[in-house]
């Protein structure tokens, strides 16, 4: 199974990322890039992406990356967000590379773009410390 139909399968199987509407768009090892469409209920009060939907795309996409050199069984022991600017967008692409692998943690880096007519904007980066768990 290619990384890419590997983290698709399991993209489908959690429940928040399909009420999000995050796709799975690039799987190679140590990368990953994820997709999730705007929609009004996923922004704050000035209608833009929300905080929490932001650190969301940072942590799955830091994830899945891991998840392509260590497999499934992972869990997040810290992860930090930098908000850069208003997250406004017809849809938000986060990139996330594995920064250094290891035996029981990996280092992951995100940046997530908002996506208008006019291209892609950087709005926010962060970086997540992964533990590998027992399966």
């Given at each position: 199974?290619?990384?890419?139909?590997?983290?698709?399968?399991?993209?489908?199987?959690?429940?928040?990322?399909?009420?999000?509407?995050?796709?799975?768009?690039?799987?190679?090892?140590?990368?990953?890039?994820?997709?999730?469409?705007?929609?009004?209920?996923?922004?704050?009060?000035?209608?833009?992406?929300?905080?929490?939907?932001?650190?969301?795309?940072?942590?799955?996409?830091?994830?899945?990356?891991?998840?392509?050199?260590?497999?499934?069984?992972?869990?997040?022991?810290?992860?930090?967000?930098?908000?850069?600017?208003?997250?406004?967008?017809?849809?938000?692409?986060?990139?996330?590379?594995?920064?250094?692998?290891?035996?029981?943690?990996?280092?992951?880096?995100?940046?997530?773009?908002?996506v208008d007519a006019e291209g892609e904007k950087l709005v926010a980066n962060g970086q997540t410390l992964l533990t590998v768990i027992a399966a």
């Amino acid at each position: 199974m290619t990384h890419l139909a590997m983290l698709q399968k399991i993209n489908a199987m959690a429940e928040f990322n399909r009420w999000c509407g995050i796709e799975v768009t690039v799987a190679e090892p140590g990368f990953v890039e994820i997709q999730m469409p705007w929609r009004p209920e996923v922004g704050q009060y000035s209608g833009f992406l929300h905080a929490g939907l932001i650190g969301a795309l940072i942590d799955t996409a830091c994830g899945f990356a891991a998840g392509t050199v260590a497999g499934p069984n992972l869990l997040a022991a810290h992860f930090s967000v930098n908000c850069l600017r208003p997250a406004v967008g017809q849809k938000f692409i986060a990139r996330a590379r594995v920064v250094k692998p290891g035996k029981m943690q990996i280092f992951t880096s995100c940046d997530l773009f908002a996506v208008d007519a006019e291209g892609e904007k950087l709005v926010a980066n962060g970086q997540t410390l992964l533990t590998v768990i027992a399966a």
